[in-house]
């Protein structure tokens, strides 16, 4: 009987003669013993790849060897050149000294005073070796300076170009102010009036006739109209500082009450001007100072009727903020 056949009738004959719970129990164990199974055959599947791992490092470290071996026989190849070399010149060496001996006693001085210049070259050569580290060292120097001053001038540039475009932008800002200022008062520059733009400002300068009546600091009808629209054009300039200035002639005041003298009326003249534009609520009243100037500063001769009458007004100053210029210069 094979061996199959005798273990389908052990089977058969052990299946029935046990219970079927002993059944139930060996079917258990059998399923275990296939899990277990499993289990070691994964565990070999992943010991034979650590084994390849092993395997494939130790034919790169056999190969290394190999290299390595390599290299050590063609360095002891050139040892052995080099050691024949040397061999070589110890003979010539030995023969020259050998055939020299007769001269030796009388090159005996000769050579201490060759070997006193050799000691003389290598001092000075050493000397030299030495200044020409020290000239490295400060052409090192040198150049690093020169590359700080390089960086430095590149930031200057950086800066310069930041500084011009702030300024091209005030420039730009004060150009379409003046466009502005001369729309919203068309009609009155050159009847007392004119509007200048000089120094990246503008300049308004309003003559007394225009404003006031003669040594009178209350702003009249037509003076109160040009201010109302004076204040419509700035109202929304936010960006400003407004000084306005009152300015006399020479004339010296004999005035009773509150006008005493020409500093009283520059002074009080450029504070109704100051009062009547803020009155414009859309007007940020922190952007304007008043300032009185009295005769001290004219645009004309004194000595003439016409002169005064040109020193006499107010002029009104309208300075871009410069905040964010000088944020950058100080930096």
């Known amino acids: 009987m094979s061996r199959i056949s005798l273990i389908i ?43 390849d791992d092993k395997e494939r490092n130790i034919t790169n470290l056999n190969a290394l060897v190999e290299q390595l071996r390599k290299d050590s026989i063609a360095l002891n190849n050139d040892l052995v050149a080099c050691q024949k070399k040397y061999d070589d010149l110890s003979t010539t060496y030995d023969l020259l000294t050998s055939k020299s001996s007769r001269y030796m006693a009388e090159k005996a001085k000769e050579t ?16 030299k070796e030495d200044q020409l580290n020290k000239s490295t060292l400060e052409l090192e120097e040198k150049e690093r300076k020169l590359l700080d001053s390089q960086n430095e001038l590149e930031l200057r540039s950086l800066r310069v170009a930041e500084l011009e475009a702030i300024i091209n932008r005030k420039d730009s800002m004060v150009t379409a102010l003046k466009q502005k200022i001369s729309k919203a008062l068309i009609g009155l520059e050159g009847d007392g009036l004119t509007i200048e733009q000089r120094n990246g400002k503008v300049y308004i300068s309003l003559e007394e006739d225009l404003l006031f009546a003669s040594g009178k600091y209350e702003i009249n009808q037509t003076g109160r109209q040009a201010l109302d629209k004076l204040s419509d054009a700035l ?23 509150l006008v005493k003298d020409n500093w009283d009326l520059s ?5 109704s001007v100051v009062k009547r534009l803020t009155s414009n609520t859309n ?9 009185g100037r009295s005769e001290f500063v004219p645009i004309s001769s004194n000595e003439t009727s016409e002169g005064r009458g040109e020193n006499r007004r107010i002029e009104m100053i309208l300075s871009p903020n410069l905040d964010d210029l000088f944020k950058l210069l100080e930096e």
């Open 9 to 51: 009738l052990s089977i058969f004959l052990i299946s029935s003669c046990i219970t079927p719970k002993v059944y139930n129990e060996l079917l258990d164990k059998h399923e275990i013993a296939k899990k277990n199974l499993t289990k070691n055959e994964k565990l070999i599947l992943e010991l034979r790849e650590n084994l």
């Open 112 to 127: 201490k005073e060759l070997l006193d210049q050799l000691e003389t070259t290598q001092s000075e050569l050493f000397a």
């Open 235 to 257: 109202s929304y300039q936010k960006d400003l500082e407004i000084l306005v200035e009152g300015h006399t002639d020479s004339i010296p005041l004999s005035g009773r009450g």
């Open 267 to 271: 002074v009080m003249r450029a504070t």
């Open 283 to 291: 007007l940020d009243p922190t952007q304007l100072i008043a300032a």
